[in-house]
């Protein structure tokens, strides 16, 4: 039997078989979309807690971090709490441009950070400067002498991030460009560089306005996609029944004047 009628009071439906398998089909997919899309928003929920949990774990000598690489570091790492022993390059200092503090404009000074126990220089975000001109920030950044313990936060960045690529402004220390890219910076050191940015502590030596937000998983785009699939699967439930059915006929027949 290829269709079937059904009867609810003056309510008629007409189910074809075919057309019904089709609907179901089409509903049952567009609604494990959606399952799918609160399943990720709960992978990023419980990533958001091990961002928590590595802001608050004991300081790792960062020379004893292994790095596999962005996506899985961004995993491992994001937050973390590392410690850095050794000393500032401070001749060697870089001042990214366009960067905002509560509405005002100044710039994110990085600073390279030689270890002491390996070859390795790690760029070190002191934080935000209000000074308006690269040649003043230049004289009045302050100095930041001998032998360190630092410690501070890993920040790994997002994939849009780390493809940024940009031309320096100038080609003497201190450097002035827009965004931090490490593999442009490395023609610049004989030594190897971390691979990511490292944010200084509160009251560490040297730091300036913390401005950075706080890395977080964002989920919403995820809720928000998820309600989308679920409405378009209702959305096909609701008007296959109309087509199906008798529904119209009878609101026309319920809205018609006495």
């Known amino acids: 039997m290829a269709s079937k009628n059904l009867k609810f009071g003056e309510l008629e439906v007409c189910i074809n078989w075919v057309i019904a398998i089709c609907v179901l089909l089409t509903m049952?997919?567009?609604?494990?979309?959606?399952?799918?899309?609160?399943?990720?928003?709960?992978?990023?929920?419980?990533?958001?807690?091990s961002f928590l949990e590595f802001s608050e774990e004991q300081a790792t000598p960062i020379e004893n971090l292994p790095i596999a690489g962005r996506e899985f570091d961004a995993m491992q790492h994001q937050n973390r709490q590392v410690e850095l022993t050794?000393?500032?390059?401070?001749?060697?200092?870089?001042?990214l441009i366009y960067?905002?503090?509560?509405?005002?404009?100044?710039?994110?000074?990085v600073t390279p950070f030689e270890?002491?126990?390996i070859d390795l220089i790690v760029m070190v975000s002191r934080g935000w400067?209000?000074?308006?001109?690269?040649?003043?920030?230049?004289?009045?950044?302050?100095?930041?002498?001998?032998?360190?313990?630092?410690q501070g936060q890993i920040y790994v960045p997002t994939e849009k991030e780390a493809v940024r690529t940009n031309e320096l402004v100038n080609e003497s220390w201190p450097l002035t460009t827009r965004y931090l890219n490490i593999n442009e910076l490395s023609r610049h050191?004989?030594?190897?560089?971390?691979?990511?940015?490292?944010?200084?502590?509160?009251d560490q030596p040297g730091v300036l306005v913390r401005?950075?937000?706080?890395?977080?998983?964002n989920t919403s785009q995820n809720f928000s996609y998820a309600l989308q699939w679920f409405s378009m699967a209702?959305?096909?439930?609701?008007?296959?029944?109309?087509?199906?059915?008798?529904?119209l006929t009878l609101m026309k027949r319920r809205m018609k004047p006495l």
């Open 129 to 150: 400067s209000g000074v308006t001109s690269e040649g003043e920030l230049a004289r009045v950044l302050p100095k930041i002498n001998g032998e360190l313990v630092l």
């Open 234 to 247: 209702i959305a096909v439930f609701i008007v296959s029944l109309i087509l199906s059915s008798n529904i």
């Open 99 to 109: 960067q905002t503090y509560e509405e005002q404009l100044g710039f994110e000074v």
């Open 28 to 49: 049952s997919g567009l609604i494990r979309l959606g399952i799918w899309q609160l399943s990720r928003a709960q992978e990023k929920i419980q990533l958001q807690e």
């Open 189 to 202: 050191f004989d030594s190897s560089i971390f691979p990511y940015v490292i944010r200084l502590g509160l």
């Open 115 to 117: 270890l002491s126990a």
């Open 211 to 217: 401005h950075w937000p706080a890395v977080t998983a």
């Open 86 to 95: 050794g000393r500032f390059l401070n001749e060697n200092s870089i001042f």
